[in-house]
């Protein structure tokens, strides 16, 4: 059954790493060690860098033997070197990407603002397009109630003279009858003649008789009259009528096409108005998503930023501990005065 790592086993494989001339590492170091998780070893190698600078300062926490050969020394000065070039490369790789992604971040934050900008412009005119075709929906909306007035206007001309029309019928029909009531006063008073005429003299018959001739003929006149006055009134009330009806259904028809003009304007306003609405609050709910993309990209931005300086604090202190460990490794090479010449150089003087 396997078992965890312990911080010994970390330390030790990344003591190994450096003596390598390798720069210790999450991956190098469970590489080196054969088994452990990221989670695990990431703290024991964090102590690890932490104690470093204290254990360079101790001679023997690296030394294996108490002289080290100048060449294995060289070897030891030359791998630290390419050390710290792979690990300064590493910092300057790292720090390229950063700056081509924020580079890159701020690109799009530019072109996200550009389109929201234009998008902003498209909904301006488009807002302006409509308030153009509300007020050219509220001209035509006046000018079918100028003429819906006038055919109000018409209408009371036309009920105006359909009252007078009524009026006129009414005199020709009181006409009538005055000529109805003057023909029946013309027959009594025949009759009541005639009577007289029967009673009277044998000798004034005749002259009776031709006066009765005259009447009669008056009264056909008079019938005749009468008849031609009742026609002609007949004539003029049914004239009257049927233009009455002409004027009605005309007078109707306006009204119905002012009704479906009105209908019609009505529904276009309410139509660009709901539209206005619509555009209105694309344009609202637009800005406020730009706003919100600027806050999560300045935080992004932000983030990004803070991520670079840490790793730049980081790689810096580990530049001083390899820099502090190889002048460390460059003193151990560096052979110390014998006792010998010490006590010599004393018996001398």
């Given at each position: 059954m396997a078992t965890g790592i312990t911080e010994s086993d970390?330390?030790?494989?990344?003591?190994?790493?450096?003596l390598e001339g390798a720069?210790?590492?999450?991956?190098?170091?469970?590489?080196?060690?054969?088994?452990?998780?990221?989670?695990?070893?990431?703290?024991?190698?964090?102590?690890?860098?932490?104690?470093?600078?204290?254990?360079?300062?101790?001679?023997?926490?690296?030394?294996?033997?108490?002289?080290?050969p100048d060449p294995v020394a060289q070897a030891a000065a030359r791998l630290w070197d390419a050390a710290l070039e792979l690990?300064?490369?590493?910092?300057?790789?790292?720090?390229?990407d950063a700056q081509a992604e924020l580079a890159a971040q701020r690109q799009a934050n530019a072109d996200e603002a550009e389109r929201l900008r234009q998008h902003a412009l498209a909904l301006a005119a488009r807002e302006d397009d409509m308030r153009l075709s509300l007020a050219v929906a509220g001209?035509?909306?006046?000018?079918?109630?100028?003429?819906?007035?006038?055919?109000?206007?018409?209408?009371?001309?036309?009920?105006?003279?359909?009252?007078?029309?009524?009026?006129?019928?009414?005199?020709?029909?009181?006409?009538?009858?005055?000529l109805q009531a003057q023909a029946e006063q013309a027959r009594d008073a025949h009759a009541q003649a005639q009577s007289a005429l029967e009673s009277r003299h044998a000798a004034h018959e005749r002259r009776w008789l031709n006066e009765l001739d005259a009447e009669r003929s008056a009264a056909?006149?008079?019938?005749?009259?009468?008849?031609?006055?009742?026609?002609?009134?007949?004539?003029?009330?049914?004239?009257?009528?049927?233009?009455?009806?002409?004027?009605?259904?005309r007078l109707r028809k306006a009204e119905r096409e002012a009704q479906a003009r009105f209908a019609e304007q009505a529904a276009r306003l309410?139509?660009?108005?709901?539209?206005?609405?619509?555009?209105r609050s694309a344009a609202e709910q637009a800005a406020g998503n730009a706003k919100e993309?600027?806050?999560?990209?300045?935080?992004?931005?932000?983030a990004a930023e803070t991520q670079a300086t840490a790793l730049q604090a980081r790689i810096r202190a580990q530049d001083e501990q390899l820099a502090a460990l190889t002048r460390h490794l460059m003193m151990l090479t560096t052979p110390a005065p014998a006792a010998s010449d010490a006590t010599t150089g004393q018996g001398s003087d």
């Amino acid at each position: 059954m396997a078992t965890g790592i312990t911080e010994s086993d970390v330390w030790t494989a990344a003591d190994a790493l450096l003596l390598e001339g390798a720069r210790p590492t999450i991956e190098r170091v469970r590489q080196k060690i054969g088994r452990g998780s990221p989670n695990t070893v990431s703290p024991y190698l964090e102590t690890w860098f932490k104690a470093l600078g204290a254990r360079i300062r101790d001679p023997r926490a690296f030394a294996s033997q108490e002289a080290v050969p100048d060449p294995v020394a060289q070897a030891a000065a030359r791998l630290w070197d390419a050390a710290l070039e792979l690990a300064r490369a590493e910092q300057t790789a790292a720090q390229r990407d950063a700056q081509a992604e924020l580079a890159a971040q701020r690109q799009a934050n530019a072109d996200e603002a550009e389109r929201l900008r234009q998008h902003a412009l498209a909904l301006a005119a488009r807002e302006d397009d409509m308030r153009l075709s509300l007020a050219v929906a509220g001209t035509q909306l006046e000018a079918a109630e100028s003429r819906l007035r006038a055919a109000e206007a018409q209408l009371r001309q036309r009920d105006a003279q359909w009252d007078a029309a009524q009026a006129q019928l009414a005199e020709s029909r009181a006409a009538e009858q005055a000529l109805q009531a003057q023909a029946e006063q013309a027959r009594d008073a025949h009759a009541q003649a005639q009577s007289a005429l029967e009673s009277r003299h044998a000798a004034h018959e005749r002259r009776w008789l031709n006066e009765l001739d005259a009447e009669r003929s008056a009264a056909k006149r008079l019938q005749s009259k009468l008849d031609e006055a009742v026609a002609e009134g007949q004539r003029k009330a049914a004239a009257l009528e049927t233009e009455l009806a002409r004027a009605g259904e005309r007078l109707r028809k306006a009204e119905r096409e002012a009704q479906a003009r009105f209908a019609e304007q009505a529904a276009r306003l309410t139509r660009l108005e709901a539209e206005l609405v619509s555009a209105r609050s694309a344009a609202e709910q637009a800005a406020g998503n730009a706003k919100e993309r600027e806050a999560s990209l300045e935080q992004l931005r932000s983030a990004a930023e803070t991520q670079a300086t840490a790793l730049q604090a980081r790689i810096r202190a580990q530049d001083e501990q390899l820099a502090a460990l190889t002048r460390h490794l460059m003193m151990l090479t560096t052979p110390a005065p014998a006792a010998s010449d010490a006590t010599t150089g004393q018996g001398s003087d």
